[in-house]
C-alpha cells in the first residue's frame, strides 16, 4: 500500500517570495507521483508528474518538483509565486505498472496563502 | 472541447437515503474515476469504471456503487447515507483506459451534506 505526508498543512509567503511545498510517500512498489492544485470550488487540476527519468520535472505556471528516490520525497517549488497561486495543493502517488491501474493516493493538502 | 462536468452541484439528504451522483466524461476520455473529499483532507479513491466495468476499489463499503454507460458517462450511489458521507465528490476521467500514467482530468464535484 501507499501512503502521501504533506507535512505542512498551511504555508503563508509573501508574493515573489520562493516557496517549497513538502510531500514524501511510502511505497513497496515503485511509484509515479503527481502535484495537483485545487482552486476554492473547483475540481483539481494537474502542476506536474514523475514518471520516470529526470528527476527534475517541470510543470505549468512555473511549479517545479525534485524526486529524491532514497528520501521518498517530491517537493514543489516555486521560484516567484503570485498572488493568483493561493490554493490548495495536492501530492499523490500510483503504483507505477499498468496492472495496479489509477489507484490514486492524495496527501492530506497544504493550503498556500501568497499575502501581498 | 467541453470538461469533465459533474450534476447536481450542491445536494442535502437525510441520513439513511439514497443519492446518485452523475458525471460526464471529457470527450473520448473511457476511465472514470471517483473520489470522496472530505472537508480539510485530501481526495479519498472510491472506485474505477472502464469498458462499463469496475477496474479498481477504494476502501468503501457495497453501499457505494457505480455505473458506466456506453457513452463513459458515470454514476455514483450511495445507499443509507451516513452523517459522514458528507463530502465533496469528484469524478475524474482520462483517455486511453486505465494506465497509471495517464492524466485524470477532473470535474468541479458535487457537495453531498447529509442531515
Known amino acids: 500500500a501507499q501512503s502521501v505526508t504533506q507535512l505542512d498543512s498551511q504555508v503563508p509567503v509573501f508574493e515573489e517570495a520562493p516557496v517549497e511545498l513538502r510531500c514524501n510517500y511510502s511505497?513497496?512498489?515503485?511509484?509515479?507521483l503527481f502535484w495537483y492544485v485545487q482552486y476554492p470550488n473547483q475540481g483539481l487540476q494537474l502542476l506536474l508528474k514523475?514518471?520516470?527519468?529526470?528527476?527534475l520535472v517541470k510543470g505549468i505556471n512555473g511549479f517545479e518538483a525534485e524526486f529524491n528516490k532514497s528520501q521518498t520525497s517530491f517537493h514543489l517549488r516555486k521560484p516567484s509565486v503570485h498572488i493568483s497561486d493561493t490554493a490548495e495543493y495536492f501530492c499523490?502517488?500510483?503504483?507505477?505498472?499498468?496492472?495496479?491501474?489509477?489507484?490514486?493516493?492524495f496527501g492530506p493538502g497544504t493550503r498556500l496563502s501568497v499575502l501581498p | 472541447e467541453t470538461g469533465v462536468t459533474q450534476s447536481p452541484t450542491h445536494l442535502i439528504k437525510t441520513r439513511g437515503q439514497q443519492v446518485t451522483l452523475r458525471c460526464s466524461s471529457q470527450s473520448g476520455h473511457n476511465t472514470v474515476s471517483w473520489y470522496q473529499q472530505a472537508l480539510g483532507q485530501g481526495p479519498q479513491f472510491i472506485f474505477q469504471y472502464y469498458r462499463e466495468e469496475e477496474n479498481g476499489r477504494g476502501n468503501f463499503p457495497p453501499r457505494f456503487s457505480g455505473l458506466q454507460f456506453p457513452n463513459y458517462s458515470s454514476e455514483l450511489n450511495v445507499n443509507a447515507l451516513e452523517l459522514d458521507d458528507s463530502a465533496l465528490y469528484l469524478c475524474?476521467?482520462?483517455?486511453?483506459?486505465?494506465?497509471?500514467?495517464?492524466?485524470?482530468?477532473f470535474g468541479p464535484g458535487t457537495r453531498l451534506t447529509v442531515l
Open positions: 475524474a476521467s482520462s483517455p486511453g483506459g486505465p494506465r497509471p500514467q495517464n492524466e485524470q482530468f
Open positions: 499523490a502517488v500510483t503504483p507505477g505498472r499498468d496492472n495496479y491501474g489509477q489507484n490514486f493516493v
Open positions: 511505497s513497496s512498489v515503485s511509484v509515479y
Open positions: 514523475y514518471l520516470s527519468g529526470s528527476t
